[in-house]
């Protein structure tokens, strides 16, 4: 990704010479992941965009996929040329297309998962106070838009073919954010700002599931208060129920996509750092190809986002399920019909 590896733009080995075989898995594994996320987010944006009942919290679930089937649409097709092309990176306009997008699509994702902890927590721990309009909800989805690609256009200022050279002085070109010192000090800042924004989204999100757990329990108390069969065992104990459906489909589902997004962009950050002080000039062609593995990681958080919607939302799966079949049914009776000759024209 080019705009959190511009540290590490060259693989950890810059001593080898230039070995395809080694990018190939990052090649498959990229080529699988745009197809799935593209599938999967053109699901969401239907599914959350007309079909759900029409809430802010499913708008901006809506627009998060907006933002990750751009990436899967441009971002990882113009990596996978990154990645083919690696040492031969000629194109200026490709090479800031290719940050400018992925940086703004990045930013956009995770301030969009910020939002959504924020009404998550309007909603839900302060329920009697003023609630989001849908204007407002879609004034701040499109203020969220327009941020993140502003803040993405320095990468396409600065982001050019950097030339560099491998062993036995043959000169390469690879694209990359050359622009030091300045850029190992964007690269810390960005980490230190992701860890802000994951820090304030925990936080919430734990006010979220103790005033769940509090409403679920205090709700089963008043229940059982005239409920005879409680005297005697009957029911279930409020503290049984507690621990069981405390959260809803929908604050479960932004939970666990908030915690992919995190798992998806620090094994980058790690790698990264690592590669920024340790040296690996005789590193083995395994490390090379964990090296472009790893760093492709980012694309999980645009891509398994509609996975995690499918596994914890039982009514999105209905909703695919259906979608699916009317698909295939309505491509059966095309076929037919296609069969189906009038008998005059074969006389």
Same mark, same amino acid.
């Given at each position: 990704?080019?705009?959190?590896?511009?540290?590490?733009?060259?693989?950890p080995?810059?001593?080898?010479q230039?070995?395809?075989?080694?990018?190939?898995?990052a090649?498959?594994?990229?080529?699988?992941?745009?197809?799935?996320g593209?599938?999967?987010?053109?699901?969401?944006?239907?599914?959350y965009?007309?079909?759900f009942?029409?809430?802010?919290?499913?708008l901006l679930?809506?627009?998060?996929a907006?933002s990750d089937?751009?990436?899967?649409?441009?971002?990882?097709?113009m990596?996978?040329?990154?990645?083919f092309?690696?040492?031969?990176?000629?194109?200026?306009?490709a090479?800031?297309?290719?940050?400018f997008?992925i940086?703004a699509?990045y930013?956009?994702?995770?301030l969009?998962?910020?939002?959504?902890?924020?009404?998550?927590?309007?909603?839900v721990?302060?329920?009697?106070? &003023?609630?989001? /309009?849908?204007?407002?909800?879609? #004034? $701040?989805a499109?203020?969220?838009?327009? @941020?993140s690609?502003?803040? *993405? !256009?320095p990468i396409?200022?600065?982001a050019?073919?950097?030339?560099?050279?491998l062993?036995?002085?043959?000169s390469?070109?690879?694209?990359?954010y050359?622009?030091e010192p300045?850029q190992?000090s964007?690269l810390?800042?960005?980490?230190?700002?992701?860890?802000?924004v994951?820090?304030v989204?925990?936080?919430l999100y734990?006010r979220?599931?103790?005033?769940?757990?509090?409403?679920?329990?205090?709700s089963q108390?008043?229940?059982?208060?005239?409920?005879?069969?409680?005297?005697?065992?009957?029911?279930? &104990?409020p503290? /049984?129920?507690?621990?069981?459906? #405390? $959260?809803?489909?929908?604050?479960?589902? @932004?939970?666990?996509?908030? *915690? !992919?997004?995190?798992?998806s962009?620090?094994?980058?950050?790690?790698?990264?750092?690592v590669?920024k002080f340790?040296t690996?000039?005789k590193?083995?062609?395994?490390?090379?190809?964990?090296?472009?593995?790893?760093?492709q990681?980012w694309t999980?958080?645009?891509?398994?986002n509609?996975?995690v919607?499918?596994?914890?939302?039982?009514?999105?799966?209905?909703?695919?399920?259906g979608?699916?079949?009317r698909?295939?049914?309505?491509?059966?009776?095309?076929?037919?019909?296609?069969?189906?000759?009038d008998?005059?024209?074969?006389?």
């Amino acid at each position: 990704m080019l705009s959190l590896n511009e540290a590490t733009m060259e693989p950890p080995n810059k001593n080898t010479q230039d070995t395809f075989y080694y990018r190939i898995p990052a090649l498959v594994f990229l080529g699988l992941m745009s197809a799935l996320g593209i599938f999967g987010n053109a699901s969401a944006i239907y599914i959350y965009g007309f079909r759900f009942k029409q809430s802010n919290v499913h708008l901006l679930i809506t627009m998060l996929a907006v933002s990750d089937i751009i990436s899967c649409l441009f971002c990882i097709p113009m990596e996978m040329y990154r990645v083919f092309a690696f040492y031969n990176y000629s194109s200026i306009a490709a090479c800031k297309a290719e940050g400018f997008f992925i940086f703004a699509c990045y930013i956009c994702s995770v301030l969009m998962l910020l939002t959504i902890s924020v009404e998550r927590y309007v909603k839900v721990c302060r329920s009697t106070g &003023t609630q989001a /309009s849908r204007k407002m909800a879609k #004034i $701040l989805a499109g203020a969220v838009f327009f @941020v993140s690609f502003l803040l *993405a !256009v320095p990468i396409a200022v600065f982001a050019k073919p950097q030339t560099y050279m491998l062993h036995g002085g043959r000169s390469v070109q690879i694209c990359s954010y050359h622009y030091e010192p300045e850029q190992w000090s964007c690269l810390v800042s960005l980490f230190v700002f992701l860890l802000c924004v994951f820090g304030v989204m925990s936080a919430l999100y734990w006010r979220v599931i103790k005033t769940t757990r509090s409403h679920v329990t205090w709700s089963q108390q008043r229940r059982t208060q005239f409920n005879a069969d409680a005297i005697n065992g009957r029911t279930q &104990t409020p503290k /049984s129920v507690a621990k069981k459906n #405390i $959260l809803s489909k929908t604050n479960r589902t @932004v939970i666990w996509i908030s *915690a !992919v997004y995190a798992a998806s962009c620090i094994p980058v950050f790690i790698v990264a750092g690592v590669s920024k002080f340790v040296t690996l000039l005789k590193a083995e062609n395994s490390l090379d190809i964990l090296f472009f593995l790893v760093m492709q990681s980012w694309t999980l958080n645009c891509t398994l986002n509609p996975i995690v919607y499918g596994v914890l939302n039982s009514t999105f799966r209905a909703e695919i399920c259906g979608l699916l079949k009317r698909s295939l049914l309505r491509g059966n009776s095309s076929s037919v019909e296609s069969n189906q000759t009038d008998p005059s024209e074969s006389v």
